[in-house]
């Protein structure tokens, strides 16, 4: 394997880009070489011009209809946005969309109305957290982590309620029954 070396000033911006106690250098800069791939080739979809980060079809980049994904098992959130909030997973996503609702909305309660997330007000109990909620301090409230299909469903269907874009790039990782292994994808909407 071959070893890099890097100037200490950037090895400090590796490591605000960095999720603590998961990341390696390695991992971030993997990240960071697909994000930049998954743009340049969107970038040069649009222009009509070839690729020069895709190496092959099987790491090729796609956008897919919000409404009509393939299946999400097997994914990982490469980097999303709602409304102007960055998430870096799809529970994340999913939280940062309920506190945007919750900014526009004025309170929990009239989020609960309109999301299909299963949420609470304040923090949870134990036998809640046994069922996989998590506390958001921002919102004062608890909502259920779900799968990644649940999780684009969810945010997906809070976007169309509030009128705010949201935007996914994520990656399949190399398994046989994942939809599309090693591919990268996004998930756009936006309102009319």
């Known amino acids: 394997m071959p070893a890099i070396q ?3 000033v950037l090895f400090e911006r590796l490591q605000k880009l960095a999720v603590p106690l998961v990341d390696t250098p390695a991992t971030v800069l993997e990240r960071l070489i697909t994000v930049y791939e998954v743009h340049m080739g969107a970038a040069n979809q649009s222009s009509g ?3 020069p ?17 393939p299946s999400l098992r097997h994914t990982r959130v490469i980097a999303a946005e709602f409304a102007g ?5 799809w529970n994340n996503l999913v939280q940062v969309a309920h506190i945007e609702a919750v900014h526009r909305l004025g309170s929990v309660e009239a989020v609960r109305r309109v999301t299909t997330s299963k949420m609470i007000a304040g923090r949870a109990n ?12 921002e919102i004062n409230a608890c909502i259920q982590n ?10 997906y269907h809070l976007a169309k ?3 705010a874009p949201v935007e996914v790039y994520f990656q399949w990782s190399q398994k046989r029954d994942a939809a599309r292994p090693g591919q990268t994808a996004r998930l756009l909407w936006k309102p009319q």
């Not at 779900?146 to 945010?155: K, R």
């Open 6 to 8: 890097i100037p200490e």
């Open 49 to 51: 011009k070839p690729d």
């Open 53 to 69: 980060a895709e190496k092959s079809s099987a790491k090729s980049q796609s956008e897919l209809e919000p409404g009509s994904a």
């Open 85 to 89: 909030r960055k998430a870096d997973a």
């Open 126 to 137: 134990r036998e809640h957290e046994k069922k996989g909620y998590r506390y958001v301090a």
């Open 146 to 155: 779900v799968d990644a299909e649940h999780a684009w469903s969810n945010t």
């Open 161 to 163: 309620a509030l009128k």
